[in-house]
């Protein structure tokens, strides 16, 4: 089977990685792709949303399988390209149409979707640009902390948690009038703040049966300690010590079966992943959001731990016949250490010179924002590296992630030192 990722960054290169084990993977390519999936599969140099030149792409290399890494081609519409092609409609494709895709694309449509099909999410309303003042009256009904949330795509950095009214007055300013995330903040979500432990649940779906991926932990802010602003995602953690079978099952009863339902009864069709991002509020499930593709950087702890053929369940999802289909997933752990560029999420240097990247039996260092330049490995974003170590516990995968981190050099490289401490704590407690 000839397979196509679309897709340039960690998730991509971990997808690449992981569908170039299978024997049903005869010839894999990778658009446009990074220095890590080079190593694995033929980089395609097409952007992620030139669906013409992916479509050409496709007949010619007589593609079989297309697996959508990231969110912009999802909601922009790639499936319905693709359905709306006579040459190209016979292609499995991994990722909803642009109607699904909402349910990431728009923050307002996928809360009113959750309200409408009964699954727990935290209130919000939302306000569009032209009620910025009904906005901040709104603001005096709420408790702080209060979360902003801007609508639209935001490459991960659209939510704010503001410590105060005032501070939340000045942030409705920025994002409605300022435009502080483009059109993305043409309509803002002010959500009440849950206080709990994040989550991050995985589910591909036929859109009608579905399996259940790991789940994982991720760590949003840029420092330790969970301290300054929200980046993409700093690091990773999987199994997640709270995420028991009573709780999981909690999950699959009361949000994932729902939203599954929810989709059949309100004729949106879905082949693909769903990533539930949700809060464990006192033992019980509450949903912040869902993405309509895998997460980045939980992907590279999450496929680690995948033992089963992946594209064959890939296959199954883009045919519509999950219905049979099992996974199996080891007991081990995986902890992700993402290293960014000096000064990421705000500006920062790229062209910077790599060295010590070599992956061993239990760390893999899966390339986010690289390229390669005169036969060197040179930083080209801000999310540059996701290393990935592997083991029998919380502590031993973090012990070869961050020994892999440290072997790794270039000018102003910068990671957090704690990724997973906080669950070590978890898990320490929930033994005593």
Known sequence: MKILIVGNGGREHAFAWKIRQSQLCSQLFIAPG???????????????????????????????????????????????????????????????????????????????????????TAKARTFHAHESAEAINYLSTCTPPIVLKADGLAAGKGVIITESIDEAKVSIKEMLEDKKFGAASSKVLIE????????????????????????????????????????????????????????????????????????????????????????????EPIVIEYNARMGDPETEAVLTRIESDLVGLLAACAKGNLENQKISIGNDYAVTVVMASGGYPNDFEKGKVISGLTDSTNAWAFHAGTKLKDNQVITNGGRVLAVTGKGNSISEASENAYSAVSKIKWEGAYYRKDIGQDLKRIETKLKQ
Do not use: W
Request: with cysteine; net charge negative; proline share 6%.
């Open 34 to 120: 990074n220095a890590g999936t080079g190593l694995v599969g033929e980089n395609v140099a097409i952007a992620v949303d030139d669906f013409e030149a992916l479509g050409k792409l496709c007949l010619a290399k007589d593609i079989h399988l297309v697996v959508v890494g990231p969110e912009v081609p999802l909601v922009k519409g790639i499936r319905d390209y693709f359905e709306a092609h006579p040459g190209l409609k016979n292609i499995g494709l991994v990722g909803p149409g642009k109607l699904g895709a909402q349910l990431e694309g728009s923050k307002d449509f996928s809360k009113q979707f959750m309200i409408r099909n009964g699954v727990p």
């Open 192 to 283: 009440e703040f849950l206080d709990g432990i994040e989550l991050s649940v995985f589910v591909l779906t036929d859109g009608e049966h579905y399996v259940v991926l790991p789940e994982a932990k991720d760590y949003k802010r840029i420092g330790d300690g969970d301290t300054g602003p929200n980046t993409g995602g700093m690091g990773a953690v999987s199994p997640v010590a709270f995420a028991d079978k009573a709780f999981m099952k909690k999950v699959d009863e009361q949000v994932i079966q729902p939203t599954i339902v929810g989709l059949k009864k309100e004729a949106i069709p879905y082949k693909g992943f769903i990533f539930i991002g949700l809060m464990n509020v006192h033992g």
